[in-house]
DNA sequence: ACTCTGTTTCGACGTCTGTCGATACAGTCG
DNA sequence: CGACTGTATCGACAGACGTCGAAACAGAGT
């Protein structure tokens, strides 16, 4: 991000996902589905910590499943998601700025 | 985010930074300002580049300042932004996932 | 003081987003 | 097959968001 000015179109994807982290119940069901045991959690886990309702939850996992954030499964009665970590390293990086960078040091 | 599932009021807090860089232009903003010479540059220099009017830029840089990304100061006739690091390194750190809690190696 | 340039604020408009209840779909178990 | 649980989709609605043109504000220079 501090060497080459981010052109349109990697612009127009990163935006895309953290539009999908944008919401504070979408954060919070990522950071539910990554300290879960086994990295995985099942919807049935991810409905009860908030006051919204199931179609709701189902909505906003929608949304981070389309941003490329989570993967999703359907094992027998329960559906499973989990995060994808390379998504994630993604923003990560984009958003590390080296110290030498900073406007304080120039 | 792997090890405490995220309170509400963190998650508030993360979601409205996350909000700023939802959107194409703003990220476009915030990397040309840290690409820029010196770590900081004027709005004259942010103009150009977008196909918006000068004011949706106003907007878009005071959406980045008020969420605590960029900080702003006047110098005579020009405003000028430059990056908080402090921020992004926040936002940067909490999207880092330890490899050992992907799933994959569960 | 006046004007000119750079920047922000204001008011309005159409679109997108989060939420809900109702409903449909998927699998499991009698 | 039929009922039951878990999950997704649909349709609707209120509120938020990105954008614009017009207007206000801030400094510099004449």
Redesign the pocket.
Known sequence: MVREPLGEEAAAELSRMF??L?????LRLLSLIASHEGGEA??????GP??????????????L?EAGLVG?E????????WVLPEALAKLSALLEIPAASAKALA
Request: with cysteine.
């Open positions: 539009k999908a944008s919401d504070p119940i979408r099942c919807v049935c886990d991810l409905i908030f006051d919204v309702s199931q179609p709701t939850i189902s909505h906003h996992l929608k949304v499943r999703s359907r094992r027998g009665t329960w559906v499973y998601y």
